[in-house]
């Protein structure tokens, strides 16, 4: 028998292989690009969204903390221990005292005419700031004058000549300080000459030409608490920091002008374009509601300052905000339009891209 063996020979099998058309290519364009877009709109605004929350936050902790501070020193002007500044206001012995009438001088609000001059006029020994640190027209200034709340017992003077020991081992007062000493009975200020072991020196030379206080403290009764403390005056005014922004605008802060008065003043807060002040009065002869005066206004006088409403305007570095600010704002009871010219005073503010915020306080002056 015989096999027959079969041979099949194999023909390649032929595939259909085809390309993207030009339309579906397109389509396809089209929508990467849609997507595309979408992912760029979208991260924009999260970009956006993100620079605007980290402005926000930057300007309300530093207008709170600009705020704050003012607060704290308005609710000590007048402070000199455990006697009223109204019933016995410290007699000013210091030659180089920022005041020689502590109960008129405590706390005084200034209009900002020009840089050089203001209403009423600061005390001589303030040397206003040229260049960095000068004050902006058209805003307001604030002097506040107190004992600080750190206070220290002495040991009773033999006279009223005497140096003042003070009891204890730590002290933060040093020679060149003014003091504010006071029992329940009266004050004084004085220039400290020297301090050695605890020991003040009040040297004729540096108060006065006479080196004797009002009363020999620390001799009477215990219940005076007889006690010394730092004196203290300090200044805020808003003024140029001699920086520009990428639109090369000025930029402006909030002083502090401390003692010495010759020193340079201290940024306090970036970014605090206006500041406005109004004070609540009232006749001492006639007690009652209070009238709201304006900084300068003679009636300051003779009426006896019972509240203090302060008042900031913040705005951002840079351009932010997606619409131009043509919004007038409210501080301290006073208005701050908008405007199309460019604005080198506080009467108005720039109507530009800027993000501004306000803030305002009223606050009772416990002293007086």
């Known amino acids: 028998m015989f096999s027959r063996s079969r041979t099949f020979s194999r023909m390649p099998l032929r595939t259909h292989q085809s390309g993207f058309t030009l339309v579906e290519l397109m389509i396809s364009l089209v929508l990467g690009l849609i997507l595309l877009t979408g992912l760029i709109s979208a991260f924009m605004g999260f970009s956006r969204s993100s620079k605007l929350n980290a402005t926000l936050t930057e ?16 609710r ?37 005419t020009a840089a050089d001059n203001w209403n009423p006029s600061p005390h001589t020994s303030f040397n206003i700031p040229v260049g960095v640190g000068e004050p902006v027209p058209g805003t307001h200034a604030l002097s506040i004058q107190f004992a600080n709340s750190t206070s ?39 220039y400290v000459s020297s301090n050695s072991g605890m020991v003040l020196q009040h040297a004729a030379s540096d108060n ?33 920091t001699g920086r520009t922004n990428n639109q090369n605008e000025p930029q402006r802060a909030l002083y502090r002008q401390t003692l010495p008065y010759t020193s340079a003043p201290i940024e306090m807060a970036t970014g ?25 206004d003679p009636l300051l006088a003779t009426t006896r300052v019972r509240l203090v409403e302060l008042g900031f305007l913040m705005q951002s570095y840079d351009d932010v905000a997606s619409e131009e600010d043509s919004r007038s704002y409210q501080i301290a009871g006073f208005t701050i339009p908008a405007s199309t010219a460019s604005v080198r005073d506080g009467t108005a503010h720039s109507q530009d891209y800027k993000m501004r915020l306000t803030f305002n306080s009223s606050v009772a002056i416990r002293n007086q």
């Open 59 to 74: 300007m309300q902790e530093s207008g709170r903390f600009a705020l704050d501070s003012m607060v704290r020193d308005v």
């Open 76 to 112: 000590m002007a007048g402070f000199q221990g455990c006697v009223n500044i109204n019933d016995a206001p410290a007699n000013v012995r210091a030659d180089s005292a920022p005041t020689t009438n502590y109960l008129a001088d405590s706390l005084t609000a200034f209009e900002v």
């Open 152 to 190: 220290y017992e002495i040991q009773p003077m033999t006279s009223t000549s005497s140096p003042v020991a003070v009891v204890g081992t730590e002290m933060d007062i040093v020679a060149g300080d003014l003091a504010l000493i006071s029992d329940c009975n009266s004050a004084d200020i004085f």
């Open 208 to 240: 006065g030409g006479d080196n004797r206080l009002s009363a020999p403290y620390g001799q009477g009764d215990s219940r005076n608490r007889p006690r010394i403390m730092r004196f203290e005056a300090n200044i805020y005014y808003i003024g140029l």
């Open 272 to 296: 605090v374009e206006n500041l406005r002040i109004r004070l609540g009065a009232e006749d001492p002869a006639q007690p009652g509601p209070v009238t709201y005066l304006e900084p300068g």
